[in-house]
């Protein structure tokens, strides 16, 4: 009996609560939403009502969780509007497609908006996203996704792109769901990150930029156990949404009232949220509370220090001492961004600045982003915007670094501008691994390439005299800017040759890459290129035979060391008088090593299809074919001996009774034993037979048709060093470039130059 009456009383009761409040599926123009009912999405997560916060006689239409006990409201559509007497009032769509909440027939507190040539209606998604769609169920027309207050759910977006933006911004109490005080949105001035601002806009707390894992400084690891991260970052702006790990799981973001961004999840008795984390979460996020380049550190009882306590100081030592950290610290060794000797510090373990002073290139390399830092004295800071495998992208400060946190997790490199001293052992070490000039500064040392300091051109460009501030002679070649060469592949190759260190290789002191302009940077070489002394009269006699000799073997060295001694093999593919320079006591070194190997366009160590080198020197079966190796460099090598003892260009060569090139007649007057009259006359005299007939025999060796024949550069180096005997040179290859021309080219593209030895850089063999 019991029992019954229970029954009864409960089936009346669940009845009275129908009659309160029911279910509609949508709203539409004859399907009105009332007091008494409510929207409730297909699987009963969520549910769109009037509702009163709290003790508050203020009605509203929300929407919040069905399952939860304690109504925990995540969007409301006048909450600036709220109705004072609710028995009268609304929601539904007029006009075919305007969702509106009216009270009186003809009062409206809020609208979407929307039009529609169809009608449409209003439902609530499971995600929490109420939806009006028109006729065609697909075609949403508006979302309250688009329009957030308080709460960010999954599946919302949040950020800025284009003009399009997503913030979330609080309530002005518990008890009003009006728009109140505080704002979490995306700054887009610079890097974008998000911002939480107080009302009158100042910043309060930032998320560190995203870094392609996690927002810097933050402690929520891109693994965590609750739910993912989907941020993009790019020219559009930054939009973030966020997935659950496991979708029956109930969590949201919300910025509540107090200005706490935080993170809840519904506990085990699934009777509320729970807030698991909260943003800011200890002083330390304070924005900007330890100034410039302080650093704020939660475990320290000094909350505040410098970013580097050896490097900076604080600006106020009195105040900082007291707690009043806002003045922040400065440089002890202020830059000296003129000099072009600045360099940077990595540090590791910190929440990146803010970022609404800078700038950033997703595709950019670090090195390239270094590169354009250094060149620029704004500018302060450089990183990756993307930490994931090697790192990639660009990203720069412009201003003194602000609101620095120091984390425990290690965190992202970011490297800080500071002058030279500073740099300690490895920092200096790292400059002079890549050593940047500034483009003004090899500007201002070259009189802005005035033509009177051009020294000549050079195989990829014309070449200029300079004076750097501290009196030091350069030699700065400015590349050809059709040069398809990548910053980042040339940046790469200059600190290869920067390794290469021989004492009969032109030393590479750096270089300076800006926009298109790649300069590099050699040591000046006052007795400028042995062509200037061998192939002039007066000249020639300055350089007798035992300076010759020093010179045949300095560059036998000097090849063997970029053949076979160097860390990488290096074909130099353009060795001719030239291209070998001398020192104040004539010691010869070779220039322009290296960056031939990199201009070549698609090659292989075999072949290539752009011919680079110089008529004269070129050995047949590369100049006809595009075949390379180190042998190449070995006849170019023959032909030079040969022009260093006769004083004649093997290119030009004239002789009255053959038409022979300098090789030919070399083999020619060799062959019936005539060698010594090779000899140029202008050092005969100083000339030792024995040590000149063994030159002529290296060269003609040297010289051979057959690669396989020519020796290698070490065989070279010890056939001139010692007395033996050596192997008996076959007929060398000689052609005349005539010859070679006229059959064996489609299309030759000739330098203007007068010069003779102008290198071609782009010769298309058949
Ligand atoms: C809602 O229900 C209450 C109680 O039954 C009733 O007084 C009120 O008139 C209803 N409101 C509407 C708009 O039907
Ligand atoms: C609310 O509106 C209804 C209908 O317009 C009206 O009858 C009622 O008196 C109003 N109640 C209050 C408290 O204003
Ligand atoms: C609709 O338009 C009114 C008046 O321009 C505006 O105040 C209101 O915010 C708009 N509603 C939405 C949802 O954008
Ligand atoms: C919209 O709905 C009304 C009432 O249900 C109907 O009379 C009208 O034809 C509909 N219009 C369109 C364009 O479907
Ligand atoms: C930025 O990213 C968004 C989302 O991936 C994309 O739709 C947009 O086209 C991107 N914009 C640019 C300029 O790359
Ligand atoms: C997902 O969450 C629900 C509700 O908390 C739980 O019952 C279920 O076991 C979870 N699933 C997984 C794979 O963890
Ligand atoms: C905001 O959140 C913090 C931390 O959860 C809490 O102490 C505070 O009372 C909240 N403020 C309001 C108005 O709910
Ligand atoms: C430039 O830097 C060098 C290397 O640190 C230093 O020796 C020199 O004094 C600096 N020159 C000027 C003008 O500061
Ligand atoms: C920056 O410093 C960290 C830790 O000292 C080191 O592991 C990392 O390789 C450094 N990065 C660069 C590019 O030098
Ligand atoms: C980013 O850098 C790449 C590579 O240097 C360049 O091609 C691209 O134009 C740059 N993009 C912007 C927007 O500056
Ligand atoms: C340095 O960068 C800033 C910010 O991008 C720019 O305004 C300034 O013109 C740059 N200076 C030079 C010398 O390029
Ligand atoms: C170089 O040649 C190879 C093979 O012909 C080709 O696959 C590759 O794409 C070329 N690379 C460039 C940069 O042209």
Known sequence: ?????????????????????????????????????????????????????????????????????????????????????????MMRIVSMGNLVLMYDTDNVVWSSNTTSSRNATAQLLDTGNLVITDGNHMNIIWQSFDYPTDTFLPGMKLGKEGSAEWHLSSWKSSEDPATGEFTWSADTRGYPQFLLRDGLGAVKFRHGPWNGQRFSGSSWSPDNPIFTLNVVVNESGLVCTYDLVNSSVIAKLTLNSSGLYEFSVLLEDEKRLEVIVELPKDVCDTYKICGTYGSCNT????????????????????????????????????????????????????????????????????????????????????????IRGDGSGCLLWFNELLDIKASSNRDQDIFVRMAYSELGESGRQAMDDLPLFSFARVAEATATFSSNNKLGEGGFGPVYKGMLEDGKEIAVKRLSKTSSQGIDEFMNEVVCISKLQHRNLVKLLGCSIEGDEKLLIYEYMPNRSLDEFLFDKTRSTLVDWSMRLNIINGIARGLLYLHQDSRLRIIHRDLKASNILLDLEMNPKISDFGI?????????????????????????????????????????????????????????????????????????????????????????????????????????????QCPEDRPNMSSVVLMLGNEGALPKPKQPAFFTEKNLLRTDFSSVSYPTSSSNDLTVTEIVAR
């Not at 090659?603 to 079966?621: F, I, L, N, W």
């Open 596 to 704: 031939a190997r990199s201009f070549g366009g698609n090659e292989t160590q075999a072949s290539t299809e752009r011919v680079v080198g110089t008529y004269g020197y070129m050995s047949p079966e590369y100049a006809l074919d595009g075949l390379f190796s180190i042998k190449s460099d070995v006849f170019s090598y023959g032909v030079l001996v040969l022009e260093i003892v006769t004083g004649k260009r093997n290119r030009g060569f004239v002789h009255s009774e053959h038409n022979d090139n300098l090789i030919g007649h070399a083999w020619r007057m060799h062959s019936e034993g005539k060698a010594m009259e090779l000899v140029d006359s202008s050092f005969a005299e100083s000339s030792n037979p024995s040590e000149v007939l063994r030159s002529i025999e290296v060269g003609l060796l040297c010289v051979q």
């Open 299 to 386: 475990a320290d009882a000094q909350r505040c220090s410098c970013l580097d306590e050896v490097k900076f100081e604080p600006k106020n030592k009195r105040g900082w001492e007291t707690g009043n950290w806002a003045g922040g610290c400065v440089r002890r060794i202020p830059l000296d961004c003129k000099n072009g000797t600045d360099g940077f510090i990595n540090y590791t373990n910190v929440k990146l600045p803010d970022t609404r002073e800078s700038w950033f290139n997703n595709t950019m390399s670090l090195t390239e982003c270094k590169a354009i830092c250094l060149q620029n004295c704004s500018c302060m800071a450089y990183a990756n915007t993307d």
């Open 1 to 89: 009996m019991e029992e019954a009456t229970i029954l009864v009383l409960l089936l009346f009761s669940l009845h009275i609560q129908q009659l309160f409040t029911a279910e509609i599926g949508i709203i539409s123009e004859s399907s009105f939403l009332t007091e008494n009912d409510t929207l409730v999405s297909p699987a009963r997560t969520f549910e769109l009502g009037f509702f009163k916060p709290g003790s508050s006689e203020n009605r509203y239409v929300g929407i919040w969780y069905k399952k939860i006990p304690v109504k925990t409201v995540v969007w409301v559509a006048n909450r600036d509007y709220p109705l004072t007497n609710v028995s009268s009032s």
